[in-house]
Structure formats: structure tokens, C-alpha cells
């Protein structure tokens, strides 16, 4: 596999190449709108199986053990992917001392993996980024009949939200599309927030089947698909509206046990118009064909003029050979389209602890001056000592409904904070449960 690497990673597609056929929500680069269209567009980089083969965890790179009982920020839901709202440019919104975050949420009489089939947007607000009330559902009527993981924008001259996220079918199907809701305002007041106003919705587009891969061509292959977790960022030097989004590339394999099978990729869509509800595809930035399936809520950081690129992933999506742990990964280059140098050279830059392998997941960061701070939720402890002993993740849906319910965590996991150097991170400190500090530098 080491020489189909080499060779995958110098064979990197180029945008007149693949492009064509792009069948989404509008689409020639002639007809682009108020957007800028300087984004130079570049190689797809490559995740390859050299990298990830350097994965281990060390003193820097694991979390803290959470030994403590999770203080929930609600009494009937699960919480889990959870986002703040930001400007366009990136900064955590405070809005008459108030900030706002939104969570992927379903009730908690559901054992916890029936939630994805069920999750809704809800919104939290707090006074010190720490202390979350909770509001209420982000819109009264989505697209999908639920919705998965995104971001959200506050466009502060227009005073309304630009809420991005996933609208997703029923179980078992789950086809994914990008949704973008917008038209909700804000109105605060000494004891809370409410955001009122009518939405529009609409789809951003959809699986070309030559840079993205559909719902079919993933039947074909045998292992699920991705299209979704739209992260909405302004181009630092462009002035671009763009989103990167978790997705597969299509590689023809349809065998899932082979490595090629194993195919995900971190997409990229450009606003075509100014009410943002017009996208087109762009090639991807970054594959990892033969080294991991899922590149899950990709998101950027801006720092010292680097593009710091992060993603999640799982133990389970790594490629047949290869092991990582659930963790938070990251990548360092110089533009959207770059050579990146995944950071302490594998790529990890939080795991969690050897002795409680999946406390957490759904790691987001987000800029702190030279650090980042970086928030997750609290998955499932005490897989080592259940009523059917050590049990895999794979098992908890065998146990007894209460149980499971016990075992997972479902809300906001203490904050980290990561320091910055380079192509190098250190975790340095470990904040409140679902600590959210106020922005310093760019997020993307």
C-alpha cells in the first residue's frame, strides 16, 4: 500500500478535471454572485496511510481522564454535536452580553443510539460561556425529517442568522443534504434569548457522483455514506462565502473490506449568490482514500496566516491495517488548496485516554490567540465494567435500555485548550463542561 500512496498522492485530481457535471443548486463559475471568485482553485491533498501509520498517543496528545459525573445542560434531551454561533468572520457572537450555541438534540427516554434518527437543532444561551440555559428548537420547520450536524452565522449588519446543517431521511436510508435556514433574528432580554422571525430553507446541493459520492454508488460499495456537517467559513483573503463539509470520493471499489472502500474526504461548496442560498461544488480539499472512511465536521482555523484544518474520526472508520482512536485530527497549510502537514505527523491532536477510549467525541475548535480551544461532548464511560463485563462499542446496544442510558454521557464534556506551534500541538489545560471563551483570532 506504501507505493499506491506515492502514487495516489502525486495523482492528485486538479478542478477542470472533475468538475464537470456538477448537478447541484446552480451552477456555472460565470454565474457567480456577489461573492468574490478569486479562490484559486488547487489539488485535492491526500490523508495517506504513511501519515496515519505514525498515530499514537502521547502525554500531549491524550485527553484527561473525565472522572466526574456530567453536569447536563438539560433535564429531557441528549446533547451531543454542539456549535457556536459566530460572525462572518469567524468570532464567537455575543449579543447584549448573551452567546448562543446550537446542539444536536433528541429526548432522553431514547436509548442512545436511537438519537440520530430523532436529532432536532436547539439552541442554548449563556451569559459566561459556561452556564447554558436552554431556549428552545432552532427552526419550526426544517427540511429532512431530522437534521444533522453544522454551523451557524450571524451576519450582524443584516441582524439575522444564516443557520447551516443537515437534512437527513429516516432510518434507514439517512440520505444527506445541506441545508441552509435563514431569516431567524435575535431578541435578548435581562433573563434570556429567543430567536424569532420566518426562516427560508434551502438545499445547497447534492452528490455529483464524480468528486462526491452518492447514496447509490456507497450501496454499490457497502459501507455508509457522507454528505453533510455544512461548516460555514468567509475566505480570509477573498471575502469568499464558503463551506467545507464531510463526504466520500468515488473509487469504483465494491468490496468493503477493501482499503480503497474506505474513501472519505473533506468537500467544498462556494456561495453563488448573496442571500447565500445558491452553491455550487468545488473539488475537495483533502482525501484519505485507503486511510479512513469518515472525515467528520471539518472546520478551520486561521492562525499566523496558516490554514489549520480539523476533523473528527472514529476508531472503526480506519482503513483494514491501520489504527487510530476516536480523536479530534488536524492538518496545517498555506491556502484552501495546499499540500497540508498533518500536525505532530500522523494527524492526532486529541485522543481520548486508553482507559476510557470513547468519554468523548465530536471535538470542535476554535481560536484562543496562539491556542485553541476545543469543545466536545461526553460519549460512553464504563464500557470495562457492565453487566456483561467489558464490552466493545459495538455491544451496548445489547444491554438493558437503563443501562445504556447510564453508560453515555449526552452532554457537553470539559473544554480543552491546545496550544499552537507550528505543525506541533500540546493539550495545556482543561476547562468547565462546555466552556465556550469569547474568540480570539479567526475561525473558518
Not at 132 to 143: H, I, R, Y
Not at 358 to 386: C, H, K
Amino acid at each position: 500500500m506504501g507505493n499506491e500512496n506515492d502514487s495516489t498522492k502525486a495523482n492528485r485530481r486538479s478542478f477542470m478535471k472533475t468538475a464537470a457535471g456538477l448537478g447541484v443548486a446552480s451552477l456555472s463559475l460565470s454565474s457567480m454572485g456577489g461573492s468574490a471568485t478569486a479562490v484559486e482553485i488547487g489539488n485535492t491533498d491526500q490523508w495517506t496511510r504513511a501519515e496515519a501509520e505514525q498515530i499514537k498517543l502521547t502525554d500531549d496528545t491524550t485527553a484527561p481522564v473525565i472522572s466526574d459525573n456530567p453536569n447536563s445542560i438539560s433535564d429531557q434531551y441528549w446533547i451531543w454535536d454542539t456549535w457556536p454561533l459566530r460572525t462572518r468572520d469567524g468570532a464567537i457572537v455575543k449579543i447584549n452580553g448573551w452567546q448562543i450555541v446550537f446542539s444536536l438534540t433528541a429526548p432522553n427516554d431514547l436509548v442512545p443510539g436511537a438519537r440520530h434518527n430523532a436529532a432536532t437543532i436547539r439552541y442554548f444561551y449563556s451569559r459566561n460561556g459556561k452556564n447554558w440555559q436552554e431556549g428552545g428548537k432552532a427552526f419550526d420547520a426544517p427540511l429532512g425529517h431530522h437534521q444533522w450536524a453544522g454551523s451557524a452565522m450571524y451576519d450582524q449588519t443584516e441582524e439575522q442568522i444564516y443557520h447551516f446543517y443537515t437534512a437527513v431521511s429516516p432510518e434507514p436510508e439517512f440520505r444527506q443534504r445541506p441545508a441552509v435556514g435563514i431569516g431567524a433574528s435575535i431578541e435578548t432580554g435581562p433573563k434570556g434569548v429567543e430567536l424569532t422571525g420566518d426562516q427560508e430553507h434551502a438545499i445547497m446541493g447534492t452528490p455529483d457522483g464524480e468528486m462526491y459520492q452518492t447514496l447509490e454508488q456507497s450501496r454499490e460499495q457497502g459501507i455508509v455514506y457522507a454528505f453533510r456537517d455544512p461548516w460555514y467559513f468567509k475566505h480570509p483573503e477573498t471575502g469568499e462565502d464558503l463551506v467545507v463539509f464531510e463526504a466520500n470520493t468515488p473509487t469504483g471499489s465494491k468490496d468493503p473490506s477493501d482499503p480503497k472502500s474506505f474513501n472519505g474526504n473533506i468537500g467544498v461548496m462556494r456561495a453563488t449568490n448573496d442571500e447565500l442560498t445558491e452553491w455550487e461544488l468545488l473539488p475537495p480539499v483533502m482525501e484519505a482514500i485507503g486511510t479512513n472512511q469518515q472525515l467528520e465536521r471539518p472546520h478551520f482555523v486561521f492562525n499566523d496566516g496558516k490554514w489549520y484544518l480539523f476533523t473528527i474520526s472514529h476508531k472503526f472508520t480506519f482503513a483494514p491495517g491501520l489504527s487510530g482512536p476516536d480523536a479530534l485530527y488536524g492538518f496545517v497549510g498555506d491556502s484552501l488548496y495546499d499540500d497540508y502537514e498533518p500536525l505532530n505527523e500522523s494527524g492526532l491532536v486529541i485522543a481520548n485516554p486508553e482507559e476510557q477510549p470513547f468519554q468523548a467525541y465530536s471535538w470542535l475548535a476554535m481560536p484562543q490567540g496562539d491556542n485553541i480551544l476545543v469543545e466536545s461532548f461526553e460519549n460512553f464511560r464504563g464500557l470495562d465494567n457492565t453487566s456483561r463485563g467489558s464490552i466493545s462499542l459495538d455491544e451496548v446496544g445489547y444491554l438493558p435500555p437503563e443501562e445504556q442510558k447510564e453508560l453515555f454521557g449526552g452532554t457537553l464534556a470539559p473544554s480543552l485548550k491546545v496550544q499552537l506551534n507550528g505543525t506541533e500541538t500540546k493539550i495545556v489545560a482543561e476547562l468547565n463542561d462546555g466552556h465556550f471563551l469569547p474568540s480570539v483570532g479567526r475561525s473558518g
